[in-house]
């Protein structure tokens, strides 16, 4: 069965460096979307990308971060100047439209 | 925006008895609303979903029911397994087809022998 893939699975960093993490879904969907758990509380939603651009984006996804596809496969997320607040589980997710399937995440650590 | 509320937030059973778990929401446009389980440190997984158009849903031991009116949902979980044992969230999404899942603030299920 096929499923959303993304790498790295585990990323530590320091406060203001450039992240970028990296998503492969599913390859027929057509709707991607990134999410955020910070340790023991709910998944949050950043934002929605479909056909290459923004769909919708939540109060979290401030100038900070943005999203691409730089290709037919991936999709990335980066935040371009880290804070220690970024510390996360990001989810990366696909839909086709129905069932959002969601990757195993990259767990972010900001020091 | 959507607010959807989750209780309890812990939940223990004794192996073969059931679990409820009930969700409210508050943005009567949502229409599609999926149950995902969550295993300590991985990602979380669809185990059921239902949409607006029927009120209630079986997947063998699972089952969701859905109030539009009041505007609630539930799981159910019959015949509890301790590998049932997780953290399940509940979520709500809009009428697009891209739309976000909003997610409740999840539920940590623990079967015991």
């Known amino acids: 069965e096929p499923e959303v893939t993304q790498t790295p699975s585990h990323q530590v960093t320091q406060m203001g460096q450039e992240v970028i993490l990296r998503c492969v879904p599913i390859s027929n969907h057509l709707y991607f979307y990134w999410y955020r758990q910070i340790l023991g509380q709910k998944v949050e939603f950043l934002v929605s990308?479909?056909?290459?651009?923004?769909?919708?984006k939540s109060e979290i996804f401030d100038d900070q971060f943005s999203v691409e596809r730089p290709d037919g496969s991936n999709f990335t997320l980066k935040i371009r100047s880290t804070k220690l607040e970024d510390s996360a589980m990001y989810f990366c997710?696909?839909?086709?439209?129905?069932?959002?399937?969601f990757g195993p995440g990259t767990r972010l650590t900001v020091t | 925006g959507e607010n959807v509320e989750q209780h309890p937030s812990t939940l223990s059973v004794q192996e073969g008895d059931s679990a409820v778990i009930k969700c409210t929401y508050s943005?009567?446009?949502?229409?599609?609303f999926p149950w995902y389980k969550q295993e300590l440190g991985k990602r979380p997984q669809l185990i059921i979903d239902i949409r607006s158009n029927v009120g209630e849903k079986k997947d063998q031991r699972i089952a969701v029911t859905l109030n539009k009116t009041a505007k609630h949902f539930s799981l159910h979980i019959t015949e509890t397994q301790p590998e049932d044992s997780a953290v399940y969230f509940c979520?709500?999404?809009?009428?697009?087809?891209?739309?976000?899942?909003?997610f409740g603030t999840g539920t940590r299920l623990q079967v015991t022998l």
């Open positions: 943005d009567s446009a949502s229409n599609y």
């Open positions: 990308f479909y056909n290459n651009e923004i769909s919708e």
């Open positions: 979520a709500a999404s809009g009428t697009g087809t891209a739309s976000k899942l909003t």
């Open positions: 997710a696909s839909s086709d439209w129905r069932e959002q399937y």
